[in-house]
């Protein structure tokens, strides 16, 4: 029985042009030039109680609109969505008892004062009892390990260590459904990682549903057996991580760095079939390769120069969006279209 | 129960409000000090008037005097309970801070209206008090109990008008980008009906300052009441228009989160 | 020398001419002080026909010629502005520059003046026909010449005034308080909610040795043709207060940007 449930649902966005300068002001009292932007289009998804599920897609796909009519902060134009049973837009107190949202740039500690008062505020607006409240707490601080931070002004607090309070924050009434918005932006490998490794106990502990946007395939990956893959508000993958990232995410990006003025001969990136050369100086490469291939170009890159420094990383979203839609054989009209209507083509 | 839960909560902003506040001391007492000097010279200004004439459309001296000093209790009561909370609305809604408050199982305009109560404001609830115990004193009054009675009814119903309108302004934000023209409107509008007591105003004046945007009422009714031999046409006046306003604003604030476009982080 | 300033009071001209919007609805806000004006004053002149020699007629003239006045000073904006801009600490672009910062601030109200001195005339204008007043004014030209300059050492000397609360926000966090503050007494004593004539004598003689009763009200009482006698007197007094301020700032200024630089905003 799924406990989030959508059917077609849209979420058009009305802007109005206008002309600039204060003759264009004065007309557009008048007549206003209306422009239709589909956030989000006819969706469809049904997930499980206890699943953990990325949602992953470019800036602006629409990733950050769906988690914001589920939970009700803005309502839909059109199409059905049932979140435990409830109507999230009637916003019923009842509701929102049971899922709590947390979005990487809005914080919801007050700065001026320590985390631990904006608990115990959260303590009221949840109503939750003492005892259930002091239980909760131990768990999470234990969990996070942050019980020194527990007392510090919020606004000494590192970034990590703020994302940590946040998250007690949200989880602190125990709610059904986590929704994460963006968690690990802007946060330092190691602090993503830890937050990682929480979310993925707290899924397993107490059976959180856990919905989890990000435009960073490594949040997904480490995260979420189940992944989609949103693109101008349309649902283009819906299924098993491991298969998205075998079929689809075949490239890597290498970066090398020299320590002296380098040429590298056009016949090795030839050799290795690299397709893509993202940016090359007497001093740097980077590139993007068939995965399979990366191990052997770099084994014969390190024999060949002297190399200062190398980096690995997995390729942008963009690309792998575009692969899907290369393989579904979607016409290039429609694709065109898609991207207009979304505003958006990377 | 869930009054009790309300309370609570209700308390925790206070609590947590004043642990921020804490933090600046010299802007603690600041309405006071601004509003009180405000206020000062306005007493300064009629008490010079009085001193040419006898009465302005048909007020005593002590009359005005009872008039500035509820006006300023009902805008003492207004800084100190739920000014800050409301002002702060046009940001939340336009920075898409309203999120979370959105999503917090209270109700949110009482979450957005009380985060902000500002104790520095109480001396000057002190002061209006001294501004009507002296304009009393100058005068020979009969009190009956029905009369204190009903003047801090309808003291309460204006503060609850005030924060209607102030709150309808702000709600204007869901549906345009900015209103801070009618933000200063409303500053405008306010300080005139702060010197003018609404019996003075005819004609168009009347339908907009008794009706429209009836800032002219909410220390003249209180004061008529307190002083005039009965006026309960005005007491009833009074409530309906609140009553009136109070569901528009629930209502309009309503739909506002309805169309509320929530800016991206 | 001066070039630079001129060009910094061109820049700000032409600023303005963006914001004209702002501006014209700024202006259109002057009503409320004519309004407040019109029906108070009305209420006092329906029982008797001089109140401390003014005629309802002189009264209203007097009420839009102050605030025509009172509407050129935009300093208390640019008080707002070097406070924010210390707090922000931006300020340092005029540090580092070869400019003197009270001229480029100055220079910079000047500009919007001068801007709003067009709207202001079609404004007064408009008022003037919208109220129906008689107005009568001096024909001497050796008086208006006079006023005319008073005018500008009170601009002057309310731009130092404001400069220096400004420049306060090198040490303190909260100036917005002050500059509240400062408007409530100022609006008082400039004559802007009451002509000072109204006042008993005794506080007069005080405040004749105040800036403040030659920024906006003597001038307004010259244009009428009253008062002549103080011309002499104003220019004294406003030479003396705007040669007192400007040593204070000089001295406050050197002092403070001290700090500034030695906190390292």
Known sequence: MGVIITDELTKNYIRFKKEEGLRGSIKSLFNREKVIKTAINSFNLNIDEGEFVGLIGPNGAGKTTLIKMLTGIISPSEGYISVLGYQPNELKDEYKRQFAVVMGQKSQLFFELTAADTFLLLKEIYGIPEKEYRKSLEYFVELFSVSEYLNVQVRTLSLGERMKMELIAALIHNPKILFLDEPTIGLDAIAQKQIRTFLKEVNRDRRTTILLTSHYMEDIKSLCCRCIVVNGGIKIYDGSLSELLNKYQTHRVISISFEEATQIDSAVFDAFKVLDIIEQNPYKVSFSIPKDKARSIITSLINDVNINDISIEEEDISNVVERIYAEKNVVKAGYDDIGVRGERRV | ?265 | MFKKYSEVLKLYFKVQMMYRFDIIVNIAFGISKIVLAYVLWGAIFEQRDTVAGFTFDGMMTYYIISSFILQLDQSTATAEQIASEIREGQFSKYIIKPINSFMYFTSKTAGVSVFMLIFNIIATLVWLLVFKVNIQLTESIYVIFAGVGMCLLGLLFMMQLNFFIGILAFKFIDTWLFIMIKDNLVQFLTGAFIPLAILPTSILNVLRFSPFYYTSYLPSMLFVGQNLNEIGAGVIVLLAWNTIFWIINKLTYSQLKFQYEGVGV
């Open chain 2, 1 to 265: 129960m869930r009054l009790i839960m309300t309370m609570r909560f209700t308390y925790m902003l206070f609590k947590m409000k004043l642990s921020r506040n804490m933090a600046f001391r010299f802007s603690f007492f600041g309405v006071f000090f601004v509003d009180g000097t405000m206020f000062l010279v306005q007493l300064l200004m009629f008490n010079y008037i009085y001193a040419h004439v006898e009465t302005i459309g048909g007020w005593s001296r002590e009359q005005m005097l009872f008039f500035i000093g509820t006006f300023s209790l009902i805008n003492a009561l207004n800084m100190m309970l739920c000014f800050f909370g409301v002002i702060s609305i046009p940001e939340k809604i336009r920075s898409g801070k309203l999120d979370l408050y959105i999503t917090k199982p209270v109700n949110t305009l009482f979450y957005l209206s009380f985060e902000n109560i500002d104790i520095g404001s109480l001396p000057l609830v002190l002061a209006s008090g001294c501004i009507l115990g002296y304009s009393i004193s100058g005068m020979v009054i009969q009190f009956t109990a029905f009369k204190i009675l009903g003047y801090i009814v309808l003291v309460l119903t204006m503060l609850v008008l005030h924060y209607d309108i102030m709150v309808i302004i702000r709600t204007i934000t869901f549906f345009v980008i900015r209103a801070t023209g009618l933000e200063r409107l409303e500053g405008e509008l306010i300080t005139l009906c702060m010197k003018i007591p609404g019996i003075l105003f005819k004609g168009g004046f009347k339908i907009l300052f008794y009706l429209l945007l009836p800032y002219g009422i909410m220390a003249t009714i209180p004061t008529q009441f307190f002083f005039e031999a009965m006026s309960l046409s005005g007491f009833v006046y009074a409530i309906a228009i609140t009553f009136i306003f109070t569901c528009f604003t629930l209502w309009f604030f309503r739909l506002g989160i309805k169309n509320y476009k929530s800016a991206s982080s």
